[in-house]
């Protein structure tokens, strides 16, 4: 048996040698593999051109001759060299910035190519790079790639490692789509493909083999969302919920509300999963605001009246001290039993805790990540819900299974997202949208202002806190620099006492204890603080009904769906409330994005907003829309092509043929790689 490319290490690429492999290892490149995937984000296009067909401002390669003696001025350490140079019948300077020791290799009547910037009225060129054919210049009339460098790998090397291991290695590239998509899509062939990313003949080339590689990658991803939704809708294992409607009735009529009419199609969505064998896999996504947390409670209940128990997971401890307080009160009157778990519930009252949810004790346990791993049991895990940012992994499942759950479960996010896009997506799970809120609610005012306006926002916080309110100050967000996060928030609260020496102001960071963040939450809660400066360890599900304005500090170092989120901690109450942005946005697309929450505070269409304004693969943008994240391909830009994959996928794992024929043995493999096992699933 001969090697695949995963399993020989990058270092057997003639040139990498044991320095140059640490380096690779920064950029995730430890394989012949992960290096031939790793491609690049641009081209750079040095074929020649000619000066009759260039526009003013072109970056340009031409190939000319010097004429007459170049001139070189010097400023201190700095220096310009200009030279007269004839291109077919023009003529032209070349003019080149501290690249003094060029001067003597221009000498008159030699062959030069020029790539630089092209100036059309004074016929002139700035160059950024030049070289000599008479020396062998290799890169003038190719499209080179650009690759994301840094450290001791520069570009020219990246370029030279990549050709060597195309060399040695790519003849070994498998092709893993069958033939028939190939054909249908005219797809190129996976060695050519991956070569051609690399070393196209020119831009359209690169972009063919883009096109194929996509479509691989979304194919792939929608494969094996497929195959699990087709395994697992086959099963018939799953838990069937008895409850019958009469007793749903009751735990509804108790609510202080009556359900939206949003609200209740999707419960009868629930609860039709929740009776049948198939286990749930469903998505609800709504607005801030719109009740999600009511049907999380309709699906735990239904849960423990059939005899289950249920499970609320959510990201942070807060949010988990919130929910069991607000599920404690609901479920008080029927009896039902909620526990909670948390990194800081330790030592006796964890013990007992695990004890009693696996006598089956606790019908309902909240809490962190957690609870469904290590060592915690259940006796009869009948229900999962997830809230906000948490997403049940296939593998994830597949723990659950193997401790002997097969439990429904529901992922409740706050990040809407199209519908269609959505679906798409996630396409292993069923999509459920709450697409109202209850009614009533007072629409959130939002203000967008720059810095220089700070003395007037801090006069807006005193109006409100005068009024009995509270308020919310969210200081900037450092990326990468957890540590500056705090510091600012630390900075931020000593002024505000300053500033405000009559209120109690909060202070909340993700580097305190939970201890001290729940004690400051409480405060905020009960009204003895005032004013809660945070961090962005507030933005998910806090629900403070008094805090009526929002101001968010730098609010253009956020994403759109964030701001969105920390907007939705307002707007809780009966009282009308606000948001205010400050901001000096720079770019264009910065302040269109302010504008965007000024003008809606309709989650939906911000999310479609957002959508539109980020270019072909925003990643910035990606990662916080919550959508998955390809190498090449962009969910956004390429949907069409995510559709068509979705198609392809949904098709192909129906087919018999798909889990026998050996044309789909690499597509078996990798499904098998990514632990989706028919077997497994279906047995
Ligand atoms: P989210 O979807 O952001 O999680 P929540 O579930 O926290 O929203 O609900 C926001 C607020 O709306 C809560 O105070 C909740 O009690 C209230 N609420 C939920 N459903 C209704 C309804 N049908 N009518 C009135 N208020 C409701
Ligand atoms: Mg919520």
Redesign the pocket.
């Known amino acids: 048996m001969s090697l695949s490319l995963e399993q020989i290490s990058v270092r057997q690429v003639r040139g990498v040698s044991a320095l140059k492999e640490g380096e690779l290892h920064a950029f995730g490149i430890f394989t012949v593999k992960d290096l031939l995937e790793y491609y690049p984000f641009r081209y750079e296009d040095y074929r020649l051109r000619s000066l009759q067909d260039v526009k003013d401002g072109d970056k340009i390669t031409i190939q000319a001759k010097v004429m007459g003696v170049p001139v070189l001025q010097r400023y201190g350490r700095k220096s310009r060299l200009s030279c007269k140079m004839m291109a077919e019948e023009w003529m032209f300077t070349a003019i080149w910035f501290n690249r003094h020791f060029l001067k003597d290799q221009l000498t008159s009547g030699r062959e030069i190519v020029l790539v630089g910037k092209w100036d059309q009225r004074r016929m002139q060129l700035t160059v950024s790079e030049s070289e000599f054919p008479d020396q062998g210049a290799w890169r003038s009339g190719t499209v080179q790639p650009v690759y994301s460098v840094g450290g001791k790998i520069t570009q020219t090397w990246m370029r030279k490692t990549m050709t060597q291991a195309l060399e040695q290695y790519g003849e070994m590239i498998p092709e893993i789509l069958p033939e028939e998509l190939l054909r249908r899509y005219h797809l190129m062939p996976r060695k050519k493909a991956i070569a051609t990313i690399h070393q196209p003949q020119d831009t359209g080339e690169g972009q063919q083999g883009r096109e194929r590689m996509v479509y691989e990658e979304l194919f792939l991803f929608q494969l094996k969302m497929q195959a699990f939704r087709a395994l697992n809708r086959e099963r018939m294992d799953g838990v069937v919920h008895t409850v019958d409607n009469k007793t749903m009735r009751e735990f509804v009529r108790s609510?202080?509300?009556?359900?939206?009419d949003a609200?209740k199609k999707v419960e009868l969505e629930i609860l039709q999963d929740m009776r049948s064998p198939h286990c749930m896999n469903r998505l609800l996504q709504?607005?801030?605001?719109?009740?999600?947390?009511?049907?999380?409670a309709i699906a735990l209940y239904a849960s423990v009246r059939s005899g289950y128990q249920g499970a609320l997971m959510v990201p942070t401890e807060i949010l988990a001290e919130q929910h069991t307080r607000?599920l404690q009160k609901l479920f008080e009157p029927f009896g039902i039993t909620v526990g909670l778990l948390t990194g800081s519930v330790t030592g006796r009252k964890r013990k007992d805790l695990l004890a009693s949810l696996q006598m089956g004790l606790t019908d309902i346990v909240v809490g962190t990540h957690a609870l469904i791993q290590e060592d915690v049991f259940f006796r009869k895990l009948g229900v999962v819900v997830t809230?906000?940012q948490h997403r049940f992994g296939v593998n994830q499942r597949g723990i659950l299974r193997r401790k002997g759950y097969n439990p429904d479960v529901l992922t409740?996010t706050?990040t809407p997202i199209p519908r269609t896009l959505a679906i798409t997506a996630f396409g292993d799970m069923d999509v459920s949208t709450?697409s109202e809120?209850?009614?009533?609610r007072i629409p959130i005012t939002t203000y967008w202002v720059k810095h220089n306006m700070l003395d007037r926002v801090l006069g807006f916080i005193a109006r409100e806190v005068d009024q009995g309110r509270q308020a919310y100050l969210i200081c900037p967000l450092i990326e990468e620099s957890d540590k500056l996060d705090v510091q600012n928030a630390i900075d931020l609260h000593v002024q505000m006492q300053q500033a405000f020496p009559s209120y109690k102001v909060g202070l909340l960071h993700g580097r305190m204890t939970p201890a001290e963040k729940e004690e400051v939450m409480r405060a905020f809660y009960e009204n003895e603080v005032q004013l809660l400066v945070s961090t962005t360890v507030v933005e998910v599900?806090v629900?403070v009904?008094n805090a009526t304005l929002m101001v968010i500090m730098d609010a253009d170092r956020f994403g759109l769906s964030q701001l969105h989120q920390l907007r939705?901690r307002v707007g809780?109450g009966e009282h009308a409330s606000y948001c205010v942005l400050i901001a000096d946005p720079k770019s264009e697309v910065g302040q269109e994005r302010m504008n965007v929450m000024t003008e809606t505070d309709d989650g939906f269409e911000v999310s479609r907003r957002d959508l539109d304004l980020r270019g072909p693969g925003d990643f910035f943008g990606t990662k916080q829309s919550g959508l998955p994240e390809f190498r090449l391909a962009d969910m956004v830009s390429d949907f069409a092509v995510l559709e068509q994959a979705r198609d392809d996928a949904a098709r192909l794992v129906v087919d018999p043929a798909f889990w026998t024929s050996p044309a789909y043995g690499p597509l078996r493999d990798y499904l098998q790689q990514e632990q989706i096992f028919q077997g497994d699933l279906v047995d």
């Open positions: 609510l202080p509300f009556e359900l939206t609200q709504g607005d801030v605001g719109s009740g999600k947390t009511v049907l999380a607000s809230d906000e409740m706050a709450l809120r209850p009614k009533g599900g629900d009904p939705g809780r």
